[in-house]
């Protein structure tokens, strides 16, 4: 329960600089509290209208996020968010009646930052009396279909984290607001429900589930976002009945056209009587759409509105007076409100709404407008964000181990920005999606200088080369620090709360290294030649012929194992596994563990109107076309064999068997695509799936869908039968028959089985038109002159069980850190260097738990956060964890359960399983979050 504050009448006096006698602004008293008794009466037996004041202020799409927050290049889009958030923040001043919801943290702080302490004083004020309400708090809004949850959540919790620190509890939301997204995710419903939301509002739905649930009043529901029956994981969630706008006719801001109301009968044009008919017509029409009748919320603004809040104020107090004063003839009473008290009066009412247990993907705008282009759109962007993910985790563990500087902080911000539904969407103009790469590159590369000393504790760094310690091209096979010294030190961080033993590929330019483990032994190594395709990406600038493979073993659990790597003078006697070609017959079948793998394009559509493009997949109904000629090759050992088609210029596929693994890796490179084409990689096999086939919810849950030709809200066939079937595959997408065939992803692409048996993920999307919806550019990325190259993996499983995908899954999600250091130190001068491994765990956490948090928090105490990897089909054992000398660095004092974005305590009704002392139970699929009280060791 959240602490609710009374405040005394307050006078607070804006004073020009020097004229302390002068008084040029008086703030009115306020003398409501925040949270629901803020909430302006609503009467009894009307027609009450809830008008919400919003901005919808995108961290970037355009514009970058420093463009749209200061207004810069308007010639690209009317947009300041400085001067809406200043703007609003006067008008609440001048008037205790009126009401504003901020969405994006993020934008809210940079405002913060530049204010004196007489504004911040002030923004307090509107915050504790309720008139300005924080919706939603992530730092930014997220999008749905291509976030990781864990990555939601660090979205959240370092928004709305902020937002307590700095305004205190009445600034903690309790409404989700995710207006803006394409789709919406069954698991953002219970990742908002876990972090103690009362209520979810959104505007983007498939234009005909929209109009049947408007038919049959169903907009408003309770959507079950975990398990059916599971309570405390469902959430109420509203969709409006347009978009997120203005009503027709009355947007009164200064980007609008709508005539201003005139309410000066002396004047010609005066208008009141016709705006009133027009506003008691207009909610009387959506109305009908609703099951409570006395209760309906309008949103009274649109994208970067309120630049000049007056306007939008002014007009919106005479629309509530002159509608009041025919309150009695109209039966409609209109008042300043929130999502919050609009939640609360549909709460007061005793109304039956309907339950949701699926989701809303694919959401289509129109019968060709299926968004789901944008679940692969900028691949790259994808994959930095991904290997962005596991950096910030990586930082936030080694926070703990002693004194942290601000890189955590900005690399919060660079990865709160990338989960913009405009930013890993891939649906933002060529130059913002530059701009997120930057930030995201700049505050790694900060953390990775920061973490250096963590990780090399025993390397006097007089023996080392600190100009470059890590290598963001190693899926490239580029390396500076590799292909430039002799002698290099390897740190192997695992941000899993398990052992692994990982295979690593190191570009070298030559042959004749040795490689060393910790205790000095000898590591099995093989020395492939790079493929000349590989070689011949644009841009790649490497001096190295040769990838050093080599296995790691029991790199430990939230830590690291060294490993030595040494030019040997006069060795020369690796043996080479060169790329040789294969002549094979011609019934040749591409294939691992009987899955054939192919690689193919769609042709992008340019009939009927609606073009593919960074929204929008629709393909040209001619089906999946071969990208070209095919040549095979493959490359030898004894750690790894590699089997290589290349296909046509601008394709290549390999299959990868490591030495006692599991699964196959499949590494494909698409690029440059000539023309306008979008590839996928195609895996097909004889399993009989009777057309169902599965796909993750942002990594966390697994959805059961069902291939079909007719669309499921009016049962006609679908114009658009590929789109259509479409879903975002965050993690993994799956088929399940005689055996299980998992695909895992290494980022968000888009994917679907279009035939039983068969699974295709896209995995790179080059598009020669707009596709209407706002961008204002085609989707045709480059990289050093030519069409981008995209490369990465997949990681093939057949005939494992659901629980060993699934710990497949978390370790490719969290794959392993490397920092690079070359050094003067000789291998001896190295094993007598001090430790060489460490792990943040004394004891290992069972398999089916990972810590998915552990950061430094206030003084004296860390965060914790646990999850439960499996769900009940992979393992419904409920795990017992017990925190007594568990961590290297500190002792655990006590434990304060919280919500899952840890902004406010646990309440006592949502606790789902017990907590005694340190020990504390998790269940299938459960993540626990607790500030500990610690004592460091």
């Known amino acids: 329960m959240l602490t609710q504050y009374r405040l005394s009448p307050v006078i607070l006096l804006l004073c020009a600089p020097g004229l302390a006698k002068e008084r040029v602004f008086q703030l009115k008293p306020r003398l409501a509290e925040c949270g629901l008794s803020s909430c302006h009466a609503t009467r009894p037996g009307y027609t009450n209208v809830h008008l919400v004041p919003h901005s919808h202020d995108d961290t970037g799409w355009l514009k970058t996020v420093d463009q749209y927050y200061y207004g810069a290049k308007q010639e690209v889009q009317r947009a300041g968010v400085q001067y809406i958030i200043e703007s609003v923040v006067k008008e609440l001043a001048n008037d205790p009646s009126k009401k504003f919801i901020q969405v994006e943290t993020g934008f809210f702080w940079r405002w913060w930052l530049d204010k004196d302490e007489y504004m911040r004083n002030l923004t307090k004020t509107l915050v504790n009396a309720g008139q300005l309400e924080f919706t939603g ?33 009445c600034a903690v939301p309790t409404v989700a607001w995710q207006i803006d997204p394409f789709g919406h995710s069954k698991e953002q419903a219970r990742l908002f429900a876990e972090m103690g939301f009362n209520g979810l509002f959104f505007a983007r739905i498939d234009y005909r589930d929209k109009e049947a649930r408007k038919a049959n009043k169903g907009l408003q529901m309770w959507w079950e976002g975990g398990d059916e029956d599971d309570v405390d994981n469902t959430i109420f969630t509203g969709v409006f009945d347009k978009h997120y706008s203005n009503p027709d006719g009355f947007c009164w801001d200064i980007i609008c056209e709508d005539e201003p109301i005139n309410d000066d009968p002396r004047l010609q044009e005066y208008n009141v009587d016709s705006k009133i008919k027009a506003f008691e017509s207009y909610v009387n029409d959506h109305l009908r759409y609703y099951k409570d009748q006395e209760h309906i919320m309008f949103t009274m603004g649109d994208d970067f509105q309120y630049q000049n809040a007056r306007m939008n104020y002014k007009n919106m107090d005479k629309l509530i007076k002159h509608m009041n004063e025919k309150s009695e003839e109209t039966g409609i009473h209109l008042l300043y409100s929130t999502p919050s008290c609009y939640l609360q009066s549909l709460q007061e009412g005793d109304e039956v709404y309907p339950i949701k ?186 001096l190295a012929e040769f990838e050093l493979i080599f296995r790691v073993s029991d790199v430990p659990s939230l830590g690291y194992r060294q490993v030595f790597v040494q030019k040997e003078s006069g060795n020369d006697r690796n043996k080479i596994s060169p790329v040789t070609p294969l002549n094979v017959p011609e019934d040749y079948v591409f294939q691992a563990d009987n899955v054939q793998i192919d690689l193919q394009y769609y042709q992008g559509s340019t009939v009927g109107g609606q073009p593919t493009g960074a929204y929008v997949f629709r393909p040209d109904n001619s089906g999946k076309h071969s990208v070209g000629e095919q040549k095979y090759s493959e490359v030898v050992g004894d750690l790894v064999n590699e089997t290589i088609m290349e296909t046509g210029e601008w394709g290549a596929v390999s299959m990868r068997s490591y030495a006692d693994t599991l699964e196959t890796e499949i590494v494909w490179q698409v690029g440059p695509i000539p023309g306008g084409k979008e590839v996928v990689v195609v895996y097909s096999s004889n ?201 290297t660095e500190f002792d655990v004092e006590s434990l304060e359960e919280t919500t899952l974005a840890a902004n406010q305590p646990l309440k006592q009704k949502q606790a789902r399983s017990y907590i005694d002392g340190l020990e504390f139970a998790l269940n299938p699929l459960e993540i626990r979050t607790f500030v500990a009280n610690i004592v460091k060791k």
């Open 687 to 887: 399993l009989e799936t009777g057309g169902l086939f599965y796909t993750d919810a942002n990594g966390r849950q697994t959805i059961e869908r069902k291939r079909t030709l007719f669309n499921k809200f009016d049962g006609l066939r679908d114009a658009e039968p590929e789109s259509s079937n479409y879903y975002p595959i965050t993690t993994r997408l799956e088929l399940r028959g005689t055996e299980v065939m998992t695909v895992i992803t290494d980022r968000s692409q888009g994917g679907s089985s279009l035939e039983d048996g068969q699974l295709e993920l896209m995995v790179h999307r080059r598009c020669l038109h707009d596709d209407w919806f706002g961008v204002g550019e085609s989707l045709m990325e480059d990289a050093y002159g030519q069409g981008l190259v995209a490369r990465g993996q997949h990681y093939l499983l057949k005939g494992a069980s659901l629980s060993d995908s699934r710990i497949l899954n978390q370790e490719k999600v969290l794959m392993p850190q490397l920092s690079f250091l070359g050094t003067s130190l000789s291998l001896e001068d190295w094993l007598a260097a001090g430790s060489k491994t460490y792990s943040a765990l004394i004891k290992d956490l069972p398999t089916s738990v990972q810590l998915l948090t552990l950061s430094k928090w206030k003084a004296t105490q860390v965060l914790l956060r646990f999850q439960h990897i499996f769900d009940k089909q992979e393992d419904e054992e409920t795990i017992i964890v017990d925190l007594n000398n568990m961590f």
């Open 357 to 542: 247990s699926d989701d809303f993907f694919p959401y289509a705008s129109g019968q060709n407008s299926y968004w789901t282009g944008y679940f692969t759109s900028r691949p790259a962007g994808k994959l930095q964000e991904r290997l962005g993910a596991r950096d910030l985790t990586v930082t936030r563990q080694l926070s703990v181990m002693g004194d942290s500087g601000d890189c955590a902080f900005n690399l919060h911000r660079a990865m709160g920005l990338m989960q913009h539904h405009d930013a890993i969407t891939g649906t933002e103009k060529q130059n913002v999606a530059e701009d997120y790469s930057k930030r995201l590159f700049k505050a790694t590369q900060e953390c990775q200088e920061e973490n250096l000393p963590k990780l090399f504790p025993n390397i006097d760094s007089s023996t080392a080369d600190m100009s470059q310690t890590n290598c963001p091209a190693l899926n490239i096979s580029q390396c500076a620090v590799s292909e430039n010294n002799e002698q290099f030190i390897i740190s192997v961080y695992n941000p899993l709360s398990k052992p692994i033993s990982p295979y690593l590929r190191v570009p070298v330019p030559g042959t004749g290294y040795g490689v060393f483990g910790d205790q000095g032994e000898r590591l099995v190594i093989q020395v492939n030649q790079i493929p000349q395709f590989v070689k011949n990406i644009p841009g790649r600038d490497s």
């Open 137 to 169: 708090g992530g730092w930014s809004m997220n999008d749905e279909a291509a976030t990781h949850y864990s990555s939601i959540i660090d979205n959240m919790e370092f928004g709305l984290n902020w937002l307590v620190d700095n305004l205190g509890e």
